[in-house]
Every structure is written in structure tokens, then in C-alpha cells.
């Protein structure tokens, strides 16, 4: 079945520090692309989407770029701060509004 | 406007004891979602429903575990009866059909812990 592969965490970073996550997905076709956001103790949040190939979210400046000759939407920050400690997840839009997520990757960001 | 709003936040139960968890979506939303969160298998789809109707409950892990939704306002996930693996965040989600790219919004979670 589709699924969606997340780079391993957890991540650790500096205040100001470039932020990388990796995601790839399976599904074929052209499926709606997703990053949530699960701040400690909360539910998930959409964070960005991306709905066709080379569309690019962003949103409080993260950013991730549909490209779907390496079935990627990995994302990006160029200068992460303190509170953008959370777990991240990549999803993929299966069929009737119907999300496989990948494992979720913690980060955090030191002071 | 309120979210998705799920009870109990938290429960501690005993095994064996019956747990029913609740939700309420976002009014107007075709899509309800139940979703497990667990460390060691990530989030799990267990059922969700268009229009009050179950579409797909192929994530249910086993009998123990039933979901309604008798009305367009409320869901409920029972697990009956409770086991210690069953120990998980469970959230409820919801959507609006808009075509490709929707939305899905999540509630806060039920903390489900049974010993």
C-alpha cells in the first residue's frame, strides 16, 4: 500500500540553524502532499500543502516543494527558533480526503 | 469558531473496564477520522465516515473496538474490553470535501492509559 517515509529523528538544532526534514511518498498519480505539526501535548496542526508537482507550501517560514520526479516533499527552514520545537509529519492524501502519515520527526532547537 | 472537540482528555481505566471516547467535529464537516498515536506504530488510521456512514474501519484492531456516528455532531470510539496495549492518544479529526488537498483538523486527543 502507499506510505510515506520521514528522515529518522530526532533532530537537534541551534537557535538560527538551517532545518532540513526529508519526506518521500509512494503513492502514484498525483496525490496531495501535507506537513503537520504536534506541538507537546497537542493535536496535530497543518502546518503547509502542496496539491499539484511543483507547487511549493509555506507558511511561518517553512517551506516544501512538490516534486514528483523523486517523490519528494521535504522541508525546509532557513533559521529555526526555540519554539518551533515540535514533532513533524508528512502526509500523503490517499483517496476520499484520507491521510497516510509517516513516522513524525522530533525536533528541537536549543537556545 | 470551536474545533474538534474530544472527551474525556484523559482516562485511566482498569483492564476489562469499558472505555468510550468522544467527539464532536467541526459543524458543516462531511469527514470524521479516528485516529491511534503510539510510539512504537506511529499514527494509525482506525475508521473514518462520510456523511454519518463508515467508509472504511479496516484499521480497527480487533472486535473490541466499535465506532458510531449516529448524528452529524457526534462520534464515539468504544473499546470493550479494555487492554493494556490498547494504551494510546486517541484523536478524533474532521474535514470539509472540497475535492484534492483538504484539510484535516484534529482535535486534542484522549490520553487513554489502561493498567
Known amino acids: 500500500g502507499d506510505s510515506v517515509t520521514q528522515m529518522e529523528g530526532p533532530v537537534t538544532l541551534s537557535e538560527e540553524a538551517f532545518l532540513t526534514i526529508n519526506c518521500t511518498y509512494t503513492?502514484?498519480?498525483?496525490?496531495?502532499l501535507f506537513w503537520y505539526v504536534q506541538y507537546p501535548g497537542e493535536g496535530l496542526q497543518l502546518l503547509l500543502k502542496a496539491t499539484k508537482a511543483d507547487d511549493k507550501g509555506s507558511n511561518k517560514g517553512f517551506e516544501a516543494t512538490y516534486r514528483k520526479e523523486t517523490t519528494s516533499f521535504h522541508l525546509e527552514k532557513g533559521s529555526v527558533q526555540v519554539s518551533d520545537s515540535a514533532v513533524y509529519f508528512c502526509?500523503?492524501?490517499?483517496?476520499?480526503?484520507?491521510?497516510?502519515f509517516g513516522e513524525g520527526t522530533q525536533l528541537t532547537v536549543n537556545p | 469558531d470551536a474545533g474538534v472537540i474530544q472527551s474525556p482528555r484523559h482516562e485511566v481505566t482498569e483492564m476489562g473496564q469499558e472505555v468510550t471516547l468522544r467527539c464532536k467535529p467541526i459543524s458543516g464537516h462531511d469527514y470524521l477520522f479516528w485516529y491511534r498515536q503510539t510510539m512504537m506504530r506511529g499514527l494509525e488510521l482506525l475508521i473514518y465516515f462520510n456523511n454519518n456512514v463508515p467508509i472504511d474501519d479496516s484499521g480497527m484492531p480487533e472486535d473490541r473496538f466499535s465506532a458510531k456516528m449516529p448524528n452529524a455532531s457526534f462520534s464515539t470510539l468504544k473499546i470493550q474490553p479494555s487492554e493494556p496495549r490498547d494504551s494510546a492518544v486517541y484523536f478524533c479529526?474532521?474535514?470539509?470535501?472540497?475535492?484534492?488537498?483538504?484539510?484535516?483538523?484534529f482535535g486534542e486527543g484522549s490520553w487513554l492509559t489502561v493498567v
Open positions: 503513492a502514484t498519480g498525483y496525490p496531495s
Open positions: 502526509a500523503e492524501e490517499t483517496s476520499g480526503s484520507r491521510l497516510t
Open positions: 479529526a474532521s474535514s470539509l470535501d472540497r475535492g484534492p488537498g483538504n484539510t484535516i483538523y
